[in-house]
């Protein structure tokens, strides 16, 4: 019996496998643009802190207006994740961050752009059939130029692909290469001599990190 057809991470059929994610590989997500009513209503309901939705008391403050939440931020990431990588690729579920670090304040008008790079590749021990890459997802603030200025975002997280299914010839992955290869991250730890390996640090342009109590990988 023919196996069903490896999904994407939107339901589609996959074009990219496990395979296809080598390291050094970096991906661009293209380019987003922070809309200011959306940014405001997201903080509204998640994040209501004064320097996220209130104009007046934040004008006054040493921001100078409005920024945004960074979890609002990091969701603009998803979102380009899903849309230039997720889509095409045999995703399966994430074990989870090792990263995510806020760098300097995001506002209303922010055109960010997305890349993401394969840090690391080996079959996953934890799921047969699959691939565990590990990843670093950065934002980019641009200018009037459309030269970068600032790094606004970086995350270092996991990722489990499915591998490409046996008994055709491998179509070549469309996806554009750059960087360098760095250590590969093992699904039971980090890489020897990795810094910080598998410490999950949420951490704001302004303070301290933090480490929650390890958890299970879920989705």
């Known amino acids: 019996m023919t196996p069903p057809a490896a999904r994407s991470g939107t339901g589609q059929p996959a074009e990219l496998y496990f395979e296809d994610l080598v390291p050094g590989l970096t991906v661009d997500l293209g380019v987003v643009t922070v809309d200011g009513d959306e940014m405001v209503a997201f903080a509204r309901r998640f994040d209501p802190q004064w320097y996220h939705v209130d104009p007046e008391l934040a004008g006054e403050s040493r921001h100078g207006g409005l920024i945004a939440s960074g979890f609002y931020t990091v969701s603009l990431f998803m979102r380009a994740y899903v849309d230039h990588l997720l889509s095409r690729a045999a995703a399966d579920a994430s074990p989870g961050l090792e990263e995510l670090r806020w760098l300097a304040p995001v506002r209303a008008g922010d055109r960010l752009a997305v890349r993401v790079d394969v840090m690391g590749a080996r079959p996953s021990t934890a799921r047969p059939g699959l691939g565990t890459v590990s990843l670093t997802g950065t934002m980019l603030r641009l200018g009037p130029d459309d030269r970068p200025e600032q790094e606004v975002l970086r995350t270092r997280f996991r990722g489990w ?31 020897a001599g990795e810094v910080a390996a598998n410490a999950t640090s949420a951490t704001s342009a302004d303070g301290p990190p933090s480490t929650p109590p390890r958890v299970e990988p879920h989705d």
């Open 161 to 191: 692909f499915a591998a490409r299914p046996t008994g055709g010839d491998p179509p070549a992955a469309d996806l554009p290469e750059a960087g360098t290869p760095e250590a590969d991250v093992p699904d039971e730890g980090p890489a």
